[in-house]
Each structure stands twice: as C-alpha cells, then as structure tokens.
C-alpha cells in the first residue's frame, strides 16, 4: 500500500487492478461496475432517457461546503434532473497527476459514493488515468448520467409568457464565493459556503404542475446572469428581477461588496432556476420550502414585455441590464 | 476569432458559448445536441443498456495513424461493442489547456466526427472545461457512451472449455508502438501505424453465432497479456498460445526486437480477442476477413487444461509464460 498515486496506477498492469479493486469496486462495486469491467449492462428504459457529462477541474479541490466529489456527482444529477428526468446511472472516470495523495483521493472517493447515494443514483462504469506530476492539476473527474424522462413535463422556453414566475430555490452565487475564498485564501468568520448539493427532489415535487412549469437549469458557470439571459434571448418577452428579493449569504453578500463582484454572475451548484405561469408558482414554493435544499426558495422575478432584456431593479430604485459576462469571472470553479 | 484557446473560452460567458457554437454545435448540433445545452433527449431503449466511458490522454496527441480524436470515438465505441452491445450515442467532454492551437483543436474535432460517422455513433451531449497553461497537457477528452445490447449473445467467460479458439482481428502492438516512436521521435521507414479503429462490424457479424461466442474485449492498455490473463484468472482452464500464428506488423516487430518489448504487453485500439467454441471458430474467421479491419484476423490460441496459465509455443521450441505487466510499460497511451 502506497500513500501516494504511482504513475503504474494508470498502466492496466497489477498496480491498476489493485488501485481499482481497493478504492473503486470496494465502494461501487455491488452494482453493475462488478460484472463488466469496461462497460455495464443496464435493464432497458421505456420513456426518454436523459443523458448528460462534465468534466469537473476545480481548484482547490476542497473549499468551504464540499470537495470536487460532490461537484462531480451533483452537477450531473442536477444536469439531468433540471432537464425534467429522473437520474439512475453514473459514470465515473478520473485522470489524476502522478503523486497525489491516497488520503486526499479516499476522502474525494467517499464523497462520491455518499453523494451518490444521497442521490439515489448509482455509480455503474469508470475508468481511471494517471498522468506523470506536472500534466494535470492534483485530479481532474468526468461524470457522465443517464436517467429517465418524467412524463408530465414539456419544458420549452418559448412558452413563457409575461407575467410567468422566476424561482430559485436559494442564496445565490455561493459555490463561486466558496471557491474564491478558499483559493486566495481569505478566512472569513461565517464566510460563504458553497451551496453544492442536489435538486433532484425539487424537480420531483415539480411533476404534479406539468405543463405549467416551461423552464428549469441549473445555474453554473456564468451564474444566474447567463441563464437568464439565455431564455430571453430570441425569444417574445424580457426578465424582471427585484434585487430586494434576491436571496444572497451574508458571506457573500459580503465579499461581493468588498470585491465589486455580482452575485447573479456567481456559479452556484445546488441552486435551479424554474419559470412557471404564476398560478402555481406559490404552490411549488410551498413543496420546495419542506425540503433543506429549498428552504429558502423565493419568486426572484417575473416575465415582461421587455422582448430580449434582463433588468433588475435595484435597492436604490434604478433599474440596470443585467448582462453575461463576457469571459471567465473566474476559472476553474465546477 | 482568435487562434489560441483562451481561459475565457470555457468560463460560461459569451466567449464560451461562441467556442460552443463555432466549434461543437457547427460540427454535431444536428442531433439531439441543439435542444437542451446540458443534456440530451433520447429515445427510450428496449433491450438492455450497455454504457461505458473512458477518458483518452495519450501523449502526443497525434501519432502515426491516428489522433486523439480517433481514440476518444473508437475507445468507446469499441468497450460498448465486445459487451455485446450495438454503440449509439456518445458523450464528448474537453479540458483543454489555455494556449492550445485552435488549428489542432479543429483537426482534433474533425476527427471526431469522421470517427463518430464511420460507426454510426451520434455526439448527443457534451461538456468544455479550459484550464490555465501547465495545469493539463494539450487535451484531455472524455467520451462516455450508450448503446443497446444485442440479444444473440450470452457472453461469460466461466462457459469456456479447453478446446475453445481464441481469435484476434489482426496485428497486435502496432497502437502502443506507434505512439511510443512518436513519443520518442524515432523515425523509421515503414514503422509502426496505430490500429485505432472501430471493431462494432466485427461483432454485428458475429451475432449470428450467439452461445458460441463465450469473450469478447478490446485489449486495451496491458494488451493481449493482461486480457488473456483476466480470462484465465479464478477459471478452470488455461490457454496456449503459438508465436507462430501471432500477427505483428514488421514496423513493432523490429522495434520490439531492438527495445526488448513484448508486443503482447503493448496496447490495441483497434483489435480485439474473441473466444468461441472451435466449431465457430472458422466461419467467424471468414465473416472477419470481409472487413478492413478483420483482413488479417486469425486464431491465436487454444483453450487448455492448464488452469490459470497462459502459455506461449515460442517460434524457437520452448515455452514460456505470459504474464500480467505488473505497472506501465508506456504512461498515456490512450
């Protein structure tokens, strides 16, 4: 037993045998991955299936709230459950640089394998690189998903129609702030946290309103700022925010003042974005509030005339555009 | 436009989306990828679901014979084909180091699609991460991928017998050598050439023999030596190979020689090991031999009472036997 990562880890040979039966099936290994070890073998799916992947590189990989592990498996989930499905299936393939630490590499492992398990999904097929030290950061991880469609949803931005309701279901823009925070090492006393987590209970307690919810995402990299902007754009009608509304940590409430950085341009990685037409928009809140990850859930803004535009109206009274940044805000966050 | 991969270019704002847009969406956004940015609608599935991913960072990333992008689509393609399944949708995930050449990157692409088009494979989903300069190497790609079971297949190794033929599809080595002379800048007149190349045909022409066929696997990183050692592996028979029938292309056969390289330990991309009963065993041969890729396909070895070993009749008399590579014999290979 080696307490750091061997460049044989990654040779197919002995070393990789042994690293995947130790730390990869000793944790997942009672489903599928133990019978096919390069690809699983899935009983069959009767509605759509819902397939998504990213590639998660953040730096550092631990900060404030989680590590890459629960990026790595929520991001997927929440990928696939905003687009209306039910995730089953993960995949988990991981690239690591030469002399990484095995400590490290259990501790991100057993993230995984509870968040997964928090998740409902199931770890089914992998695959694991070792690059020599220098040609990648510590650990890069791919996740790729397949669930299952719900029926009841017909999720088509263009249906939105003034007077709809934008929803998210907490504080805004805290997995950045958390990221920041950690990487340049600023130590706050109830700094932000990040907000990592899964919604895949909220779009499940969503079903029952159908086809009065048209919209759901995540909101990533770029933040609230770019989704917003993504459904307006081409599209019949604007966005209203109220920034009284907005629900944002007192960390990063913060650090944004102190720093001039705009919470909506903040990635959050346990936070969705749902647009409904407003008569059901106070019953999803109240299904959302019973659940932790929804506690704060708030109606943050409503569908105008204003064709193609996001604007906020401040505190102070004026209304500003709320545009997508035009690069990176900041690297390496999911 | 600018010809360098810039930080910015995988930050979520517009640069992102224009990289997105101009390079994956133009190239594979006729399928299901136009829809939803983060997942992919599909059609539900019947049979079973076979999936599987891996992530490619072989070194350089072009090679004799091939590219990164050839191996990202065959790898995977391939895993799903000797499960027994028939590939269909393939999930393509990128981190790419900031100052990449967008030339190669485009170079890269195109094969990419070339590669996913001769399989019959469709790019549904994907994902784009760029790190800062010296925190990856060039590219890193992860493919994930789906695809249905055929039902004329019962494979499990446990059913071999003495007796049984194992067939290879055609010259074994040539992918880790041609990538360990890239590598190394040998240059040889008539060298080795990557095999990289889809093996999906292979198996479809197989199916008509179902219960026959009891193996299939791509001997990947570890080569022919490390499969044919997890097929013996906890099992009641051993196998014999003979050097005489073993193809090896000239190129890694006088390379081999001069390095002291077993070209069984060496990694395939292209070839894969199939092990069915011997009354089969020719007429899968001469469905083989109708492909490019199954041109030069032979039967290697025989299944033996020589439990757990496996055994190879040198050309000079003797016999000796081949074991696991116990670590990497060529780091970032695939």
Redesign the interface.
Known sequence: MTDKI???H???????SQLIDDQIVSRFGDGPLKG????????????????????Y?V?PIEFPGGNIGNLAIHGTVN??S??G?KPL?I?????IEEGFEMSTFRKVLDTIKSSAEECGVKV????T????K????KI?I?T?G?GE?FSEFTLNKTNIKPGDKIIVNGTVGDHGMAVLTAREGINIINGPESDTASVHRLVESAREFGGHVKFM??P????VA?VLN?IVENNNFGIKLKETELPVSPGTHSISEILGIDPLAL?CEGRMLLVCSPEVSEKILQKWKKFPEGKKAKVIGTATEDRGMVLLEAVTGGTRLVD?????????IC
């Open positions: 061997q460049i044989a990654g040779g197919g040979g002995r070393l990789s096919l070890p390069d690809a699983a073998s899935l009983p069959g799916i009767n509605g759509r299936i819902i397939y998504s992947t990213d590639s590189v730096q990928d696939i905003v687009a499905g299936w995949s988990l393939s991981l690239i089914v097929t992998g695959d690189k070792v690059v020599a220098g040609q990648c950061d890069f791919n790729s397949i469609a995402r995540d990533t990299r770029g933040g770019t993504e990635a997508v940044p035009l690069g990176e805000l900041l690297p390496r």
